[in-house]
């Protein structure tokens, strides 16, 4: 059975750009949720989406956002990019019918602003 | 809301010994789980242990354990025999039952190192 997906691995940007990244969770799970992970604030959850539909959001402002496609793959964006949204982003995916149930991590990818 | 907090940013161990991993944990649910997850240099978390609270019983993954003390709100982590392979940064993690369980609140972590 395929891991969680996440793609790119690696990306720089540029602040003011925006970055869409791309999460494929494990075959039959319908829950994604996103992650920040920074060396100062360590791991906080941005959102979940069950369904195509956004279940759970965290504390970021606006200009973080996610969407879930009916194969449940799922994308965050981030527009207008800050030094500050330099991170690691985790993905993870879970069955989301019962819970709590264990969350299946992607290996995230490495953003970078410049 | 809940809180979580590892005290210890490292930890060091020798290889076959035995090493705590301390957590606490806040929380005003009253039936809720916790869980361990350890994310090696490789950066893929995966979930080490997992504790019910209502069960008594401390839960145990082979050479993983936990001791579970409700009253005190306390989640220690265990690790027997340690191999060279457990080297990771370990996460103490609470789901919020508000939320289905997908929303973790994570501990800072703790950075172990296993000495060979």
């Known amino acids: 059975k395929a891991g969680v997906t996440q793609t790119p691995r690696y990306l720089i940007k540029t602040r003011g750009q925006q970055v869409t990244l791309s999460c494929s969770p494990i075959?039959?799970?319908?829950?994604v949720s996103w992650y920040q992970q920074t060396p100062g604030q360590g791991l906080q959850f941005l959102f979940e989406?069950?369904?195509?539909?956004?279940?759970n959001k965290g504390n970021f402002p606006g200009r973080f956002s996610g969407r879930q496609f009916s194969n449940s793959r799922s994308e965050m964006n981030v527009s207008t990019l800050e030094l500050g949204d330099s991170a690691l982003y985790l993905c993870?995916?879970?069955?989301?019918?019962?819970?709590?149930?264990?969350?299946?991590f992607g290996e995230g990818s490495r953003l970078t602003v410049l | 809301a809940q809180t979580v907090t590892q005290s210890q940013p490292e930890m060091s161990v020798q290889e076959a010994e035995t090493v705590t991993l301390s957590c606490t944990y806040d929380?005003?649910?009253?039936?809720?789980?916790l869980f361990w997850y350890k994310q090696p240099p490789s950066r893929q978390m995966i979930l080490v242990i997992r504790?019910?609270?209502?069960?008594?019983q401390n839960a145990t993954e082979n050479r993983f354990s936990v001791n579970f003390q409700k009253a005190a709100k306390s989640f220690s982590l265990k690790i027997s025999d340690s191999q060279l392979g457990d080297a990771a940064m370990y996460f103490c993690?609470?789901?919020?039952?508000?939320?289905?369980?997908?929303?973790?609140?994570f501990g800072e972590g703790t950075q172990l190192t296993v000495n060979p």
């Open positions: 929380t005003s649910e009253s039936d809720y789980y």
């Open positions: 989406y069950f369904s195509e539909t956004q279940r």
């Open positions: 993870a995916s879970a069955s989301g019918l019962t819970g709590p149930g264990e969350l299946f």
């Open positions: 075959s039959g799970h319908r829950s």
């Open positions: 504790q019910e609270a209502y069960k008594q």
């Open positions: 993690a609470y789901p919020s039952q508000e939320t289905s369980g997908s929303r973790l609140t």
